[in-house]
């Protein structure tokens, strides 16, 4: 079954701290990738999303993710944190398949920055 | 520009109520979908909908579980009889395209309905 792993579950930084966090997806097709954000008592946002193209992808907030397609990996990078960072950061895949509009999430990382 | 609206916000029910959910799409989006998050497991895909048509209910349990989305008004997830099991927090995303590979859709979600099933 195709799946979306997310490796860290919490991750605790100190601020000013450079953050990747983990993204591979177990499938051979073409897929569309998305990252998710949602802050304490906030909606899901989206940081950013590759469809095709430079595999670099800058998102909001000074976020970058890089589709890297031998490793079926996308993570998720920022190269100095802020406590506002604090939030749950959510992998995502759309599949070329028969629900070709289903974003699969993974289980999320939770992100604290501490001042 | 109000988003994505999704109420109630939290619902209570005993165990074989019903619970309605409510979902009313950013304004001009036209393509609804439904999401659940059971506690410590990611967001998963429940049914897709169009203006009075469903398109995916793929991700729906067979049994208990309906949507809709009428001409007018906000789409409905409604589960009859519920247990135990259906607690969770349900995700509402809406979207003026279509989403899908190739496809510019992005899901804009609302803040969720947390059903808790006593």
């Known amino acids: 079954a195709q799946s979306v792993s997310q490796h860290n579950h919490h991750v605790i930084l100190s601020e000013a701290a450079s953050l990747e966090l983990g993204c591979n997806y177990s499938?051979?097709?073409?897929?569309?990738l998305f990252w998710y954000v949602q802050y304490p008592g906030q909606h899901l946002q989206l940081l950013l999303k590759?469809?095709?193209?430079?595999?670099l992808v800058k998102g909001i907030k000074g976020f970058e993710a890089e589709f890297i397609k031998s490793k079926f990996s996308f993570n998720l990078r920022k190269p100095s944190v802020q406590w506002s960072d604090t939030a749950e950061y959510f992998c995502a895949v759309i599949l070329n398949s028969n629900s070709g509009y289903a974003l699969n999430f993974g289980k999320g990382t939770s992100l604290l920055v501490t001042p | 520009n109000a988003g994505v609206m999704q109420n109630p916000r939290h619902l209570v029910r005993r165990r074989g109520q019903e619970a309605r959910l409510r979902c009313s799409p950013m304004k001009g989006h036209s393509h609804v979908y439904w999401y659940r998050q059971l506690p410590e497991e990611g967001l998963k895909f429940m049914v897709y909908?169009?203006?009075?048509?469903?398109?995916?209910e793929s991700g729906m349990p067979k049994e208990r579980f309906s949507a809709e989305f009428p001409k007018e008004g906000p789409s409905i997830l409604r589960i009859q009889q519920v247990v135990r099991g259906d607690s969770a927090a349900y995700f509402c995303?809406?979207?003026?395209?279509?989403?899908?590979?190739?496809?510019?859709?992005?899901?804009?979600f609302g803040p969720g309905t947390r059903l808790t099933v006593l």
């Open positions: 909908l169009q203006k009075e048509n469903i398109i995916d």
């Open positions: 995303a809406s979207s003026r395209e279509p989403s899908g590979t190739g496809l510019s859709g992005e899901q804009f």
């Open positions: 499938y051979g097709g073409t897929v569309n």
């Open positions: 590759y469809f095709s193209g430079d595999p």
